[in-house]
């Protein structure tokens, strides 16, 4: 089958009309069996073809002996056995024409080095013969459009909107039924597993592009290849809703993801800068990436921030209240009409205020339907949760109580208070605005439960998550609003950057000094501060006259850490007689003739850190946070990838939680928040420009007026 | 029935030895019935009088039509019925001599003004009659020790170790079924609706006292008393965990609240100090409230905090590995003595290290025992985390694969794969080590799931979860650690500081001048700036030379606010010229003869906050914070309820985000945190000591050296 140059490699291995499998046989207890019955028994239409090397029959399928006994050559190749037999038969297949595999073994890269060796070879021979392939070391691929399931789970597939994929094969075979439960279901599901030719981020851009695919999550111990990741993220985020759980941030973890999968995994923080500046939505458990991906792949985004609840129970009112207004809705009090409208509908110790309480009452439509669709049109909300919409389940929890004080069967009481709820779950879609439901039924007790979720209706079994999910859609929305990515030109390399880092190599200097660091920022129009270097006192006179007090006089010795401890910095001098008697005191501690820097005193409170850094297995990255004193006390920083663009700049100013002292307060002007953003795109772009950098860090930043000015810088070479 | 003076008006009421019902009949879909079923079919065994107007019989038992007709008085009454018909019904129980009642009715004070009047009456009656009632407007109560269930929802009450107290009904009846479906059982479990007799408190203290609950869950909307609440709270929680769900901190959630159970809240931040200082631990959902208390109720706290974790499946690994150490345990790899004891166990291409990946494995014997037995025996870990323990769930989701490819049952499959877990499950108490698991099955699919949860090993569904629910073991542990709370008597209220705040009320003042504030903090041994009041240049030159320069010269004058940005402050005036100028600014400024304040310039870098105030709602508080020009910036502050001890000083100033600023660095030397302790121990028993004082604002409080001085300072008079 010929495929574009540019198509993605997973949509043929997504989408084949023929699987050949390797290590399936007739013992059902074998994994390479199980791989195959899913195959077979959930759906999959297409030809199948197990290679066996003595059984003539495999699961009730002619088997073949060799590859070369294929009656044709088919389109993907599952792998289930022992690594070491792995490259020989991807070589048969690469000879007949096979260009997809996916490589279920384990026992690659994973397991050091003899593994790392056999993930060579098998990537060798795929290259040699354009094979593209899943794994090693994965649990395979779940397409719902064409009912395929290639994991050793079996599977009720019925078609989704989630699209999914993983570093970890449990969550896309252990968890099927735990999904299958709770009504969640997948578009496409992708364990990557060593990604040692397909990877992670392959399958992401697969999903962006696949229709029906509407919202995307992601589980990751590490990422490879950041900028193209980021790159990726980039085109799919302003349409199409993405969260992701990344879990390598600490020691254990990191460890724990290098044995599994190979990953290497960078700090916490890195993945948060990161996220942020793809417009991905981070969140913190499996449970949350399944339940936020659904909600966001199922509802439609709301128009504004006014939310309307309706509950049998107070309690619930007021969790989803408290938990919704954090997250930046507003649930306010609804008008006197609507209220008459609902009044009717509840009894007197009700509420109609918002949120609505029903109290109970066994007539459910009322608090699934006919008080929803009054609120839907009354216009007064952008989004509307619903706790306790409940029947059957309700009915058989009961039902033995009832037994001895009814002539009713239990059958014949369900059916009393059967509904039809096909008006119910339509309501989001006819009026363009998200519901969702809490209930404590599953759709295996409770037939309100099942006609929500087969409705596409997310439903929760906690008050707290249905309103978390609610707020990840004002979130998703937050990031549909987002200033569209525009690709930058990096500068110019100016001629003394070069030179003075040149300069600073040829003398075998681990660091730029102070001066000639700033030198450089101020080659690529980062504001420093005012100064010169002098060696004797009538420079210091002279520079004294020129920069103009208050004066701080620093020494200008690389070797000489600690400044400010050892009483190696003066601050404030306001005249020449106290800048004199600094320069003797800054000699006189040195104990030689240093150099000294003297620097005009920058005024502002504010001081905050900027820097640039290259962090193994992330890659160049930026970072703004507050400094000073403050700079290990608060740990406020936050981190995007390099290079970095104007609006991302901006976003990393919102970003820290002292945002606030960036703004007008106590006499002081706003900050120049575009003047902030320039420094801070201007250090990406030194960073990538001369990879003789190692580190940039420059702290403080102080806002003087309105403007930052760089008071003290550190550029480490490599 | 004579009870004890002070026994807890709820161990009556939790053990009835008989129980009237009031609104129960014969049609099955009224809630008086519902509830009545609940008490008749759940196990209880005591004795039951339906009282009924009408019919001779109710759900198969002999009713009266009159509380007089009853043939013994019974130890509680239940009422479940119209709100307006509950008091002469009341009364009649008080006349025979009922003690206890539970009023499920709702429409009393939650319904404004009408339901207050009537929710008075029943008050008074109950008081006359010394009757202790729970309610109105609640669902009853729960005692699984003697199978006594008086909700609405019908349960299969097994005895469990979680006490649950609840402002909500809803989660003591309609989360029954949840509960049930996870296994997770109380000990007890009460909800307490409009509190109008017996409240939170009382419930809480219950719980504290009852040996049958091992730990504490409380739902709350918002505490009536909350000294009270905090005195039980100190009790219990040193030796019994606590959780607890506080929903009232936003707008929305408090509206809510009012409506729902008139229950009056406060800001988020209070009870986030006020369950610090009472030793509970807060969570964010009623999941968590739920599972981390069944955590806490059912396992030994870890001795240290090794963790061992061992799965089928490393994504499961690496995300528990990464939530735990995150919370503060570490995950070092196994000795290698203990990894060879694990080898033999496991397949090749598994782990040994830590996590314990034992991959695909159909002998669970070897992740639910074997190896956790293995870990536990070697004293190298503190707790066990176990993932992926499942046999039946797994073998009935495959088997419908299998069905053609094998001779074998489906129950003859399960037989094959059955084993004893009684083992397994002793193990936390074998070895005093705690332990928990994590599946996607449950208790209802599968028989490992079950097998835990009824040995008292939680089980979550959620990797996430179950690491999460271990740090709160963790957390618990920590709480068992503090200092012992010893109550400190308040100091004598200083004589001048009652003259100042004398006159200035006198005066009709509705706040002290800053002077003033000053004068009573220094009377309580507060730290303040040196300074002084000057009317005239040469008191101004007199000033000045006792106190020293550099010197602050500001505006005192209550009438001038913002004197900062109006330029009414002077700071580091160095010489008697510059505080003469500064002193003729301010007069030339203010345009008339307004009095100074000449103080010290305090030098310090770090400037903090403390407060007291009375919050309507939640009583008198202190605060403590980050202060300066980064108060609103940051807002990093933390509050406690006066009276403070030492103690829960101490803990304040670990609770900021920015603690690590009270520490050595850059130069400055660790703060004095027993000064700051003192001083805010001092302004709480200000607060309390003074009715007059409406508030006190210090800030900033500036470290000079190490020590606290305060260097301006707001008192507000009622």
Redesign the interface.
């Known amino acids: 089958m010929k495929t574009p140059m540019n198509e993605n490699p997973l949509q043929l291995l997504m989408n084949p009309r023929s699987i050949a499998t390797i290590g399936a046989g007739?013992n059902?207890?074998k994994?390479g069996?199980?791989h195959a019955?899913?195959i077979?028994?959930d759906g999959f239409t297409g030809k199948f073809y197990p290679v066996h090397p003595r059984d003539e029959m495999v699961?009730?399928h002619k088997a073949y002996k060799s590859v070369y006994d294929l009656p044709e050559v088919p389109d993907l190749a599952l792998f289930v056995l022992p690594?070491d037999k792995v490259p020989p038969l991807l070589e048969d297949f690469g000879k007949i024409g096979t260009k997809r595999a996916i490589i279920i073994s384990?026992?690659f890269r994973?397991?050091g080095p003899g593994g790392e060796k056999l993930e060579e070879e098998i990537t060798a021979i795929a290259r040699r013969y354009g094979i593209r392939f899943l794994g090693p070391n994965c649990i395979g691929i779940i397409n719902s459009e064409i009912s395929l399931n290639t994991t050793?789970?079996?599977a009720k597939i019925r078609p989704g909107k989630l699209g999914f994929a993983?570093?970890?094969?449990?969550?896309v075979t252990?968890?099927?039924?735990?999904l299958e439960?709770r009504g969640i279901k997948f578009s496409k599901a992708i364990s990557v597993g060593n990604e040692a030719n397909i990877n992670l981020i392959n399958a992401f851009e697969y999903l962006g592009q696949d229709h029906q695919t509407k919202a995307i999550a992601l589980?990751i111990?590490g990422i490879r290849e950041m900028p193209r990741f980021l790159d990726v993220a980039r085109k799919i985020t302003p349409h199409k809703p993405v969260v992701a759980?990344y879990?390598?941030?600490?020691?254990?973890?990191a460890?724990?993801?290098k044995?599994?999968?190979g990953a290497m995994a960078a700090p916490d923080y890195l993945y948060d800068g990161l996220f942020r500046q793809a417009g991905i939505i981070r969140v913190?458990?499996?449970?949350e990436l399944y339940i936020f991906g659904w909600m966001l792949a199922t509802q439609p985004l709301p128009r504004g921030k006014r939310m309307g609840i309706v509950t049998?129970?107070?309690?619930?009112?007021?969790?989803i209240?408290?938990?919704?207004?954090?997250g930046g809705f507003?649930?306010?009090?609804f008008s006197d009409a609507l209220q008459n409208g609902i009044k009717p509908l509840i009894p007197?110790?009700g509420?109609t205020?918002n949120?609505v309480?029903v109290?109970?009452d066994?007539d459910m439509l009322k608090l699934a339907e006919k008080i929803p669709k009054l609120i839907m049109k009354s216009g007064e909300v952008d989004a509307i949760i619903l706790h306790?919409a409940?029947t059957s389940?309700?009915i058989k929890?009961?039902y033995?109580?009832?037994r001895?004080?009814?002539d009713s069967s239990l059958e014949s009481m369900l059916e009393m208070f059967r509904n039809d709820y096909s008006r119910a779950v339509s309501l989001p879609f006819d009026y363009g605005i998200p519901m969702a439901l809490s209930t404590?039924?599953?759709r295996?007790?409770d037939d309100v439960a099942a006609a929500y979720q087969d409705g596409d209706i997310p439903v929760f079994?906690?008050?707290?998550?249905v309103a978390r999910a609610m707020v990840t859609l004002l979130r998703y929305k937050e990031i549909t609003k987002r200033k569209p990515y525009v690709p930058e030109d990096l500068p110019a390399v100016p001629k003394k950057a070069l030179e003075i880092i040149e300069l600073a190599r040829k003398n075998g200097q681990e660091s730029l000094d102070e001066h000639s660091a700033k030198l450089v920022l101020a080659a690529y129009g980062i504001p420093v501060s005012t100064e010169k270097v002098v060696s004797n006192e009538e420079e210091l006179a002279k520079a004294a006259d020129e920069i103009g007090y208050p004066l701080v006089l620093k020494v200008l010795d690389p070797a000489i850490l600690h400044k400010?401890?050892q009483g190696f910095v003066h601050l404030n001098l306001k005249t020449l007689d106290e800048a004199l008697s600094a320069f003797r005191a800054i000699r006189n501690g040195a104990g030689r003739k240093v150099p000294v820097l003297v620097a005009q005193m920058v005024k502002g409170?504010?001081e905050f850190l900027a820097g640039a850094m290259r962090y193994p297995g992330f890659g160049p990255c930026v970072s703004f946070g507050v400094g000073g004193?403050?700079t290990?006390?608060?740990r406020d920083t936050t981190f995007r990838l390099a290079p970095l663009t104007d609006n991302e700049g901006e976003e990393m100013l919102g970003d820290i939680?002292?945002?606030?002292?960036l703004g007008a307060?106590?006499?002081?002007l706003a900050a120049d928040t575009k003047a902030i953003t320039s420094l801070l795109k201007q250090l990406s772009a030194l960073l990538l420009l001369h990879p003789e950098i190692a580190e940039i860090d420059l702290n403080p930043v102080i806002i003087s007026g309105d403007k930052p000015v760089v008071v003290d810088a550190l550029i480490v070479l490599k």
Chains 1, 2 share one sequence.
């Open positions: 007739n059902p207890m994994m069996t199980l019955l899913s077979l028994k699961a009730g690594a384990a026992g994973e397991k050793v789970m079996g993983s570093q970890s094969g449990m969550y252990q968890a099927l039924p735990y439960k589980y111990e759980l879990v390598g941030g600490s020691g254990a973890g460890r724990s993801g044995s599994h999968v913190n458990s499996i449970g049998n129970a107070g309690g619930a009112g007021t969790t209240a408290n938990t919704v207004e954090k507003e649930v306010s009090k007197p110790h509420q205020s949120p309480d109290t109970f066994m306790g409940q389940g309700f929890s009961i033995p109580h009832l001895d004080s009814t404590f039924f599953g295996d007790d079994d906690d008050p707290e998550k400010t401890e409170e504010r004193i403050f290990e006390a608060l939680k002292a945002h606030r002292l307060f106590r006499g002081m």
